[in-house]
């Protein structure tokens, strides 16, 4: 009976230091992650800062491209892209009919005459 107990004590030792460890590895994990945030959070202040200064230097006039032309383009790029495609578009083939489906052809044509044989009473 003491043996029964003292394996009882050993299963639930090994079961809390199983979960203590799952518990710090968790812990460490989430420091892991906080630290991160911190450090993108800085790193994004940093970029924002730099953004806003480039931001009141550079101005870009802006090239409207008339409806037209615009859509002249488009009807363009599809049509090469459509040209593309029908040029990797797969050929048809015939599947080879695998060795399964002749097997089973087989097992069919041998219980046919086994049930024959069944049948004419020679077994």
Avoid: C, H
């Avoid at 809390?16 to 993108?40: K, P, S």
């Avoid at 480039?54 to 037209?68: A, G, N, S």
């Amino acid at each position: 009976m003491s043996q029964f107990a003292e394996g009882g004590w050993i299963t639930i030792v090994g079961i809390t230091v199983v979960f203590t460890i799952l518990a710090i590895l968790a812990l460490i994990m989430y420091a892991i992650g906080a630290f991160e945030r911190g450090m993108t959070k800085k790193a994004e202040k940093e970029e924002k800062a730099v953004e806003k200064k480039e931001e009141e230097k550079v101005e870009v006039p802006e090239e409207k491209i008339p409806p037209r032309d615009l859509a002249i383009i488009t009807a363009s790029i599809l049509a090469y892209l459509a040209k593309k495609a029908e040029a990797f578009r797969p050929i048809p083939f015939r599947r080879k009919v695998s060795d399964a489906w002749r097997l089973y052809g087989l097992q069919s044509g041998m219980d046919e005459v086994e049930n024959f044989n069944y049948e004419m009473r020679k077994w």
